[in-house]
């Protein structure tokens, strides 16, 4: 096995983008290919302000959308007068839902979500009406203009009343209830620690409002661009409710500020392109923050009761959990987050018998779906709490009993599933323990550097020091028979210089994660060819890509152009055999140019290509999983992503304050194609597993969102921050394009998890709820 | 409510990156944001929160760092008004620039040209800002996507080329 060791932070010394790549320079022979750090293409355009987001779009005589929503949690519609609306000048369209000219509803995997209340609005900030007009104050003004009559209902905001409530809507009120039944679930352990744990709703809050560009088509049909994951389903969504065949509904991916999984859920989109078919011209829609804010799903709150059973050795013995997410009001990915955090439960560990019970459930908060992470988050809260209270009962170790009981390769999850691919549990976790503790702050450390900051309120005196230790463990893409994929266009052809020139096509959302880099690579390394342009992703030129979700697009969009360049190759030694007057099986690739085997000859990759371009659209589908059965028993996932983290804490427990002062982990990645790229999702996901455990929570009254602002919703500043030292672990995963596996989610799975077990550490107290809030700790604890 | 009558300025004008731009017919509840963004194709300042939470609309006005979303465009008449694309244009945060992209310090990039203009801002006020000075002085710029590492590492390594 071979770690890279990656640093960051305070007093390190280390030149930006040196240090970092210590893998031998590209698997190919061209710079800049795979293990090399390239620079971003879109690099230089985001750096000068020239890169074209979302809300960034322009077009002359465009109009501005804004969307009219729900002041109540539940409630019934009366009536909505839009007279007023309609007379105010420069208004120039008012839809409701009587206007939707196709399917009512929308939704990712059933169409249970209204594209604008009619009867009922069941969640606070649900569309009832939108508004084009020609400046974005009139629209807004234009919104209010709308009467809507409503007439509030009882809400129902609690997940566990609302399983035995009145339906709220039409499909019930339970989402899906998931039982996994594995082993003897009446065996019992020596030692048995039980315990309830609760986590809040956090919210992606990416940097870039949802916005988008819808533009009338001749055709009757419509063009929108928009920052999203998953254009091909925003596609089939959008057509379904306009009506339209979804050859009339072109998708073209405006530059994506951001997504974390908050742009997996049509938003604006089907608003938009009615508002500019009913006024025959571009609309402009870009939601504010506070709109943002309801306009999205966000991560399901959980609440979660464990009891581990365990050998006076140390040996896992049963896990029993029950796992109730709130859904909010509608499906959204509901189904499949409750089947993640069912299935990972029990953590990354040989656990030979269990009893899950996992509900995913509808009440009347905003509605919850994807979320970097995706219900693996929410239970390693839980799992990993559970670890530390059975150390403590057999008093050992923390992290021996983690290393003891570890998953390896051929294991089985709770799930019956064996583990084949790599499964590098007690690397992760002794790599994260093997980085060095940070020293203990001298009394005179800057005040900045105390819990609380800039408040200038801890005494240096009252601060204690506490360190936690996490581990996690995710799937990686789509799971449970789900029959998931990526298209990958290829393109080659001599460039009006005669330098060889690749375009990749792919509907791959580019949201930041930097695919855009790794398509670049594969090409360099698989072809020789340099320059390498990337045209943009729509649903014109390509077929879908899937989701830039669950951590997949390195596997499957990879996956899909590097099958695109093995095609190209096999024509380019084609046309070399074809010339040679020799069988193709004779050449091989070197570099930048085709060699012949039996003479030595060569021909440039320019030469081949001046008989005309080549072209290839390839499909790559990931090995077929199966459905869980009902013992929650099955082969449903592709390949497990591990990951440790250590964190090192400051509290003032007077005040109840947390300052976290470095997060070590070890991450599994299989192979690292881009370190830099690779550092760079460690140290984001981590700040976002920091933000959940002291920080980041949507706080709801009775349903209503009290906080819909980055005033009140607080996320991690560069002042909160804490250093990241991370070992990535690389043990090559079979079947995986490059042996690499994902690495976006686990930064921000056990790295919050890691943060509350050292606040437990510094201070003794229970703390069972994420996210930490003051008076849970100067309160001395608080019930889940 | 009833909506209030809209006030239209009939012309005003705006001296942004050295250049006199002229605004017509514009709501005079404008944001110097919305302005430079819809009005005057200067789209580089973004807006992530429009309440001056989060430095991604930072802009120079007379030289200082200043939210834009939270400046009415009337009032900047008779300022100076510096944004990102005039920074680029005149090559004065090249080097902010360049580390950036080449350390890793872009990922989404919506906060990018904010942080561009707060780095530049700092270094040129305090050339030799010790680590918590740099975090503090970027405390006003949020990022969701990079924790901040990258950032930071870039900042250093200006530090230093501008030092040697």
């Known amino acids: ?784 | 409510m009833p909506p209030e009558p809209a006030v239209i300025a009939d012309r005003y004008e705006l001296s942004v990156n050295a250049t006199m731009r002229v605004v017509e017919d514009a709501w005079i509840g404008e944001t110097l944001l919305f302005v430079l963004r819809e009005r005057l194709g200067l789209p580089g300042a973004k807006n992530a929160c429009e309440q001056g939470e989060c430095g991604s609309c930072s802009v120079l006005l007379d030289g200082v760092v200043v939210c834009a979303c939270l400046v009415l465009a009337v009032d900047a008449v008779g300022s100076e008004i510096q944004t990102v694309e005039g920074l680029s244009a005149s090559g004065d945060a090249a080097d902010i620039q360049a580390a950036l992209v080449r350390g890793g310090g872009v990922q989404c990039g919506f906060c990018t040209p904010g942080f561009v203009v707060a780095i530049y801002d700092l270094l040129r006020r305090n050339p030799d800002a010790d680590e918590m000075a740099v975090r503090e002085a970027l405390s006003g710029n949020l990022c969701r996507c990079t924790g901040y590492g990258r950032i930071l590492d870039a900042v250093r390594a200006v530090q230093r080329a501008r030092a040697s």
């Open chain 1, 1 to 784: 096995m071979k770690g890279t060791v990656l640093r960051s932070g305070r007093g390190t010394g280390e030149q930006a983008g040196s240090g970092i790549a210590t893998l031998p320079g590209g698997l190919g022979t061209l710079p800049g290919g795979l293990g090399d750090s390239p620079d971003r293409p879109d690099g230089v355009q985001k750096v000068r302000g020239e890169f074209a987001f979302a809300s960034d779009l322009w077009m002359d005589a465009m109009l501005w959308g804004k969307t009219l929503r729900s002041p109540h949690v539940a409630a019934r519609v009366r009536a909505i007068d839009t007279s007023r609306a309609v007379a105010m000048p420069g208004v120039r369209a008012v839809l409701t839902a009587a206007d939707v000219p196709g399917r009512p509803t929308f939704g990712l995997e059933v169409p249970d979500q209204p594209v604008f209340a009619s009867d009922i609005v069941r969640y606070h900030g649900e569309p009832v009406a939108a508004v084009a007009a020609d400046h974005p104050e009139l629209a807004r003004r234009a919104a209010l203009a709308i009467e809507v009559d409503y007439e509030p209902m009882d809400a129902q905001c609690d997940p566990e009343a609302a399983l035995h409530a009145p339906p709220i809507h039409p499909d019930g009120n339970l989402f899906r209830h998931l039982v996994i039944r594995h082993g003897d679930p009446s065996a019992r352990g020596d030692v048995v620690v039980e315990g309830s744990y609760a986590v809040g709703m956090q919210d992606q809050a990416f940097l870039g409002p949802e916005a988008g560009l819808a533009v009338p088509g001749d055709d009757g049909g419509v063009d929108l661009y928009v920052a999203t994951q998953w254009l091909h389903v925003d596609r089939a969504q959008i057509a379904a409710s306009l009506g339209l065949p979804v050859e009339r509904v072109r998708l073209y991916l405006a530059g994506v500020g951001g997504a974390f999984g908050g742009r997996e859920d049509v938003s604006l989109q089907i608003h938009l392109c009615m508002l500019a078919l009913r006024t025959g011209r571009p609309v402009k829609m870009v939601y504010a923050r506070d709109e943002s804010f309801f306009g999205h799903v966000h991560r399901h709150p959980a609440r979660l009761w464990y009891r581990h059973h365990a050998s006076r050795s140390g040996e896992l013995v049963k896990v029993e959990a029950r796992v109730v997410v709130d859904g909010g009001a509608y499906l959204s990915s509901s189904n499949a987050v409750i089947s993640n955090a069912a299935c990972f439960a029990p953590g990354p560990y040989r656990v030979p018998n269990a009893l899950i019970d996992g509900y995913a459930v509808r009440t009347n908060n905003p509605p919850c779906g994807a979320m970097r992470g995706f219900g693996a988050v929410q239970v390693c809260f839980g799992h990993e709490a559970q670890m530390d209270k059975l150390a403590a009962a057999l008093g050992m170790d923390p992290i021996e009993l983690r290393r003891r009981n570890a998953l390896t390769r051929g294991d089985r999850l709770v799930t019956g599933q064996v583990l084949t691919g790599a499964v590098p549990v007690r690397e992760v976790i002794d790599a994260a323990v093997a980085h060095p503790l940070p020293p203990v702050p001298a009394p005179d450390a800057p005040m900045l550097a105390r819990p609380g900051g800039a408040g200038a309120t801890a005494d240096a005196s009252h601060v204690r020091r506490g360190v936690g230790f996490a581990v996690s463990f995710k799937n990686i893409a789509y799971s449970e028979g789900f029959d998931d994929y990526s298209s990958a266009r290829l393109r080659l052809e001599a460039g009006l210089d005669g330098e060889p020139t690749a375009t990749v096509t792919v509907a791959t959302a580019e949201v930041g994660q930097g695919f855009v880099t790794l398509a670049q690579q594969i090409v360099r390394d698989e072809l020789g060819v340099r320059r390498v342009v990337l045209a943009p992703a729509s649903t014109v030129d390509v077929g879908s890509a899937g989701s830039s979700s669950a951590s997949r697009q390195t596997w499957m969009s990879g996956g899909a152009l590097q099958l695109a360049c093995a095609v190209l190759r096999q024509e380019l030694f084609g046309r070399a055999a074809e010339l040679w007057e020799c069988g193709s099986s004779q050449c091989t690739s070197t570099g930048s140019s085709v060699r012949r085997g039996d003479t030595g000859e060569r021909l440039g990759i320019a030469e081949l290509l001046a008989r005309g371009p080549l072209e290839t659209e390839q499909e790559l589908h990931h090995r077929p999983t199966k459905a869980l059965d009902p013992d929650g028993q099955g082969d449903a996932h592709l390949s497990f992503m591990f990951a440790a983290h250590r964190a090192v804490v400051d509290v003032d427990a007077e005040l109840g304050l947390v300052r976290v002062v470095q997060m070590a982990t070890g991450q599994d990645v299989g192979k690292a194609l881009h370190p830099l790229q690779v550092q760079g999702q460690i140290e984001g996901g981590i700040a976002q597993g920091v933000g959940l455990a002291v920080m980041e929570e949507i706080v709801l009254t009775d349903g209503r969102v009290r906080n819909p602002s980055f005033t009140d919703y607080l996320l991690p500043t560069i002042l909160d921050m804490p250093d990241v030292v991370a070992s990535l672990v690389e043990e090559p995963e079979p079947g995986a394009p490059y042996g690499a596996k994902g690495v976006g989610e686990p930064p921000a799975i056990s790295s919050g998890p890691a943060v509350l077990a050292a606040v437990r550490a510094a201070t003794g107290l229970d703390l069972c709820r994420a996210p930490l809030r003051p008076e849970d700790i100067c309160l001395g604890g608080h019930p889940a």
